[in-house]
């Protein structure tokens, strides 16, 4: 399928090639790169835990802006080129781990609130005022907080592979938690850390090939290697996505989508059908044979759904 969009955007007069810059946004240096003409409604995509931009695919963007779209990709901080936060230093686990389930204020270093308010300060120094909200795994975690907190900011919203979370969902599979849990290789070589993160995808229920799933590290690993930032992502989930968001994701009012695989090993599918449930009017798209994972096979499903959800909403 990816290579069907690959051609197809190709052969499109109308989509631009990525236009890469960095913004100051909310304290911090933001990398992005843009799709489309820069006059169309906004797609503002979110990435999940340690993922650079890379990890939405190009053609699954260039598919998104032929269809009438700016679609924005960017780094979350702590991945990719946007700012590493060295200076917070790594989690307090002792502190953070008796807080899981607590709800309250835990010694992070930094909030998935914070991580809204980056993308919110990455809309502004682009001078878009509203955009259609589309996030992965944490980012869709992120894209519920910012549509909670921000809503005159969004026009749409998308979860996808995300919680509510309740923190009495139904928990990973020990596999899928093992490869999360397991650091990476004490090594430089592109080749060893790019069969490190081959594996994971694997775990997480990619249906990619063998050489893609290599090839997908690769890119990865070659543009900005930062392992040290997934810890600090990781320690605002586990307290962010055990902090009940239904009261508030209750009171959206934009159109909403959850998109989830039935297969997912990580974020049960039972989770996305409950944050569906929550948000009045959403719709849910179960995508089967899907994992934790934007797999080749399923983006033009995915790209379909997105941009039905985004006509849903106000012109």
Request: glycine share 8%; proline share 7%; aromatic share 4%.
């Amino acid at each position: 399928m990816r290579k069907i969009l690959l051609v197809l955007v190709a052969l499109s007069p109308f989509v631009a090639q990525a236009q890469p810059g960095k913004v100051q946004a909310n304290g911090i240096t933001i990398a992005y790169e843009s799709f489309g003409k820069p006059d169309k409604q906004a797609i503002l995509l979110i990435n999940g835990t340690g993922s650079p931009l890379t990890d939405w695919p190009e053609a699954f963007c260039k598919d998104l802006a032929g269809r009438g779209y700016r679609v924005i990709r960017f780094d979350n901080r702590d991945a990719g080129l946007t700012t590493h936060l060295d200076s917070l230093g790594q989690p307090d686990w002792a502190g953070i781990i008796p807080l899981i389930k607590k709800c309250g204020p835990a010694p992070l270093p930094y909030t998935l609130l914070d991580m809204a308010k980056d993308a919110t300060g990455l809309l502004t120094a682009l001078k878009i005022d509203k955009a259609h909200i589309v996030g992965v795994s944490m980012g869709g975690a992120i894209a519920q907080i910012l549509t909670i907190n921000f809503p005159d900011r969004v026009r749409s919203l998308t979860s996808v592979m995300a919680s509510s979370g309740n923190p009495e969902l139904p928990p990973a599979k020990p596999e899928a938690m093992a490869a999360m849990m397991t650091p990476p290789p004490a090594s430089t070589h592109a080749d060893t850390l790019s069969n490190y993160m081959a594996g994971i995808y694997k775990a997480l229920g990619s249906t990619d090939g063998e050489a893609l799933r290599k090839q997908r590290a690769l890119m990865h690993i070659n543009r900005a290697w930062y392992p040290t930032g997934t810890a600090r992502h990781a320690a605002a989930v586990i307290i962010g996505d055990n902090c009940d968001r239904r009261p508030d994701l209750a009171k959206i009012k934009v159109p909403a989508m959850v998109i989830h695989g039935d297969a997912d090993p990580l974020v049960t599918v039972a989770s996305g059908k409950e944050v569906a449930a929550t948000i009045p009017g959403c719709e849910l798209v179960v995508v089967e044979g899907m994992g934790h994972d934007v797999s080749e096979r399923f983006l033009g499903q995915m790209a379909d759904a997105v941009v039905r959800n985004v006509g849903r909403a106000k012109k």
